[in-house]
């Protein structure tokens, strides 16, 4: 089955940028999607189609996909920001969905 | 405005079953494609199942054979039938709406937890 492969964490100082990966064997042919997820909280779509943005994300949400890896990057990071970002595929294959492990975003 | 409500979560012994409801509002379930998510505690998001516009269902390998996806168009509602439910599937059970790819609107969840 197909595997996605991220970070378990990565840190960054406010106003600066943050780059999660997502890795995956020719994950550039594939479609990728985010999602950011605080505690307690049910995930949110931020990125969709590798670099599309739902209504309400904040342009500093971007993506980007090539190769055998994704990226998510959010600029000009936010205290807010703070959360699990996992990266999602459709594998067209099994027509099931893959999930990333998840990255937690610290804020310094 | 998209709403999605889950419920029917409990603690529930191993063997035993259980059937999520998700009750949406603000769109019709049968022209959509209506997915499971789950998180176990501490864990990541694992995909558990989808139903398709169309009628078609998949499920992952994990809960393949006990659980069964379903709705009902008079109610605008989605189930997770779970069946012989084991430890491990203790978790916080989504449910989401968007397309085949992924998941554009989701609820809150409803939490199984499956010990003896």
């Known amino acids: 089955s197909y595997v996605l492969t991220q970070p378990p964490s990565v840190s960054v100082a406010p106003g600066k940028t943050a780059n999660i990966s997502c890795g995956g064997n020719h994950i550039g042919t594939k479609s990728v999607h985010w999602y950011q997820q605080k505690p307690g909280q049910a995930p949110v779509l931020v990125i969709y189609y590798d670099t599309d943005r739902p209504s309400g994300i904040p342009e500093r949400f971007s993506g980007s996909n090539s190769g055998n890896t994704a990226t998510l990057t959010i600029s000009r990071v936010e205290a807010g920001d703070e959360a699990d970002y996992s990266c999602q595929v459709w594998d067209t294959i099994t027509d099931h969905w893959v999930f990333g492990g998840g990255t937690k975003l610290t804020v310094l | 405005e998209v709403q999605l409500v889950e419920s029917g979560g409990g603690l529930i012994q191993p063997g035993e079953s259980l059937r999520l409801s998700c009750a949406a509002s603000g769109f019709i379930v049968r022209n959509n494609y209506m997915t499971w998510v789950r998180q176990a505690p501490g864990e990541g998001l694992e995909w558990v199942s989808i139903?398709?516009?169309?009628?078609?269902?998949f499920y992952a390998d994990s809960v393949k054979g006990r659980f069964t996806i379903s709705r009902d168009n008079s109610k605008n509602t989605v189930y997770l039938q779970m069946n012989r439910l084991r430890v491990e599937d203790t978790a916080v059970y989504y449910c989401a709406r968007g397309s085949k790819d992924y998941g554009e609107d989701w609820g809150q969840g409803t939490l199984v937890t499956v010990s003896s």
């Open positions: 139903l398709y516009a169309g009628g078609s269902t």
